[in-house]
């Protein structure tokens, strides 16, 4: 088992910025790889940014490519996202995702452990 813990969120204004933060424990290796996720209200959930967690790999969705930066930090066991330049859009409950694997996955159900969610508000 693995838990996750999400942390971070916020209402911020658009071109501000925010830093996420998962911490994992439980049953945590070097061969899980871990996804943020987002789903606004009435829209599915999205892939925003994965980490492979032992060569730190990393891939984006086109949406935040070149705003968001996925990091981690092994010997926290936490993954964080770095969010600059915010806008509305981005609205969303975040969450954070792992999966046994060094693959990166985009799609939602590869990913086995999940965080609770934390809210990102983004006003105009």
């Known amino acids: 088992q693995v838990q996750l813990v999400e942390s971070g969120g916020g209402l911020v204004q658009a071109g501000d910025s925010l830093r996420l933060s998962c911490a994992a424990s439980?049953?945590?290796?070097?061969?899980?790889?871990m996804g943020w996720f987002r789903q606004a209200p009435g829209k599915e959930r999205e892939f925003v940014a994965g980490?492979?967690?032992?060569?730190?790999?990393?891939y984006y969705a086109d949406s935040v490519k070149g705003r968001f930066t996925i990091s981690r930090d092994n010997a926290k066991n936490t993954v964080y996202l770095q969010m600059n330049s915010l806008k509305p859009e981005d609205t969303a409950v975040y969450y954070c995702?792992?999966?046994?694997?060094?693959?990166?996955?985009?799609?939602?159900?590869?990913?086995?452990?999940w965080g609770q969610g934390t809210q990102v508000t983004v006003s105009s």
């Open positions: 439980g049953r945590t290796s070097s061969t899980y790889a």
């Open positions: 980490i492979s967690w032992n060569e730190g790999t990393t």
């Open positions: 995702a792992s999966r046994q694997g060094a693959i990166i996955h985009t799609t939602p159900m590869y990913y086995r452990y």
